[in-house]
């Protein structure tokens, strides 16, 4: 036993993250000295599991594999469920912020605001939780346990979707009131803006960093189709239900207005899209290894 705790505590004091599997009563020490202590649900004795985070069920070692893929893909779909909500609800704040500051026309009223959250909330928030396992996740190396759900990348990508999402929608807006399109059915356009510009952003974050221009993006999560089709249902009701003006100042808006909504919600994609690209590069070049100089001289 005491071997065992030796061993755990010196790959320990190398900052790794250590995992001790055991079945006996004298693996427990080891077991609780570990970061991750697992126990043989089968052979295993009562202390065994009493000192163990993790119980194999099945005592078998490729369940571990299985867990630390399943562990992955969670918190993978995690940070893409932040990445998505946090430019969302940003680009929602700089459209009523940046018309506030400067004194202009509101371009959605706060009863708008509230409809906009409810349908993202329940529909697309929900979607990127049923996603796969990404291709690589087993070949990445282990991430720092210290290290922030959000790197500095991710940070920026979140500031700039919200400048995008929000660019967007005040872009429209005003447009469309210089046009002399009415208050309420420019604020129905804004609206629509948001919630197609989400829409787009949605399938930029089914990969982290992947890029999302292949038909894989279309494949491997149906409840992203059932989440995509619910909101623009419910989206339509906001526009042409006859009710919902009443109850949300919206107001029914023309072909044209779906397609400069759609167009610029494509663009927000692309663009994304550069984002991810830049940021892959970024990435491969800081993870260039440095040339190493002999003593001849030679690299």
Known sequence: PEHKIRIVSALQSHGEVVA????????????????????????????????????LADDNFATIERAVKEGRRIYDNIRKSVLFLLPTNGAQSLVILVAVLFGLTLPLQPVQVLWIN??????????????????????????????????????RRILLVSLLIGG???LLFYVERAQGVPLAEAQTTAVTMLALGQLAYLFNCRFLDRSSLTLDVLRGNRV???????????????????????????????????????????????????????????TARDHVPALVERHDGQH
């Open 20 to 55: 001790m599997t055991g079945d006996g009563v004298n693996d427990a020490p080891a077991l609780t000295q570990a970061d991750v202590g697992v126990a043989m649900g089968i052979k295993g004795t009562e202390a065994t599991k009493e000192a163990a985070e993790v119980v």
């Open 118 to 155: 409810m349908i993202t909330a329940v529909t697309l928030s929900l979607a990127l939780a049923y996603e796969k396992a990404e291709p690589d996740v087993m070949r990445r190396a282990p991430r720092d346990p210290k290290a922030s759900i959000l790197d500095g990348a991710y940070v």
């Open 168 to 170: 967007a929608t005040i």
């Open 224 to 282: 992203v189709w059932v989440s995509a089709a619910t909101l623009l249902a419910l989206q339509a009701v906001f526009v042409y239900a006859p009710f919902m003006h009443s109850w949300f100042d919206s107001a029914p808006i023309a072909l044209a207005e779906w397609g400069k909504t759609l167009g610029l919600a494509l663009v927000v994609f692309l663009l994304v899209e550069v984002i991810k690209w830049v940021g892959r590069r970024w």
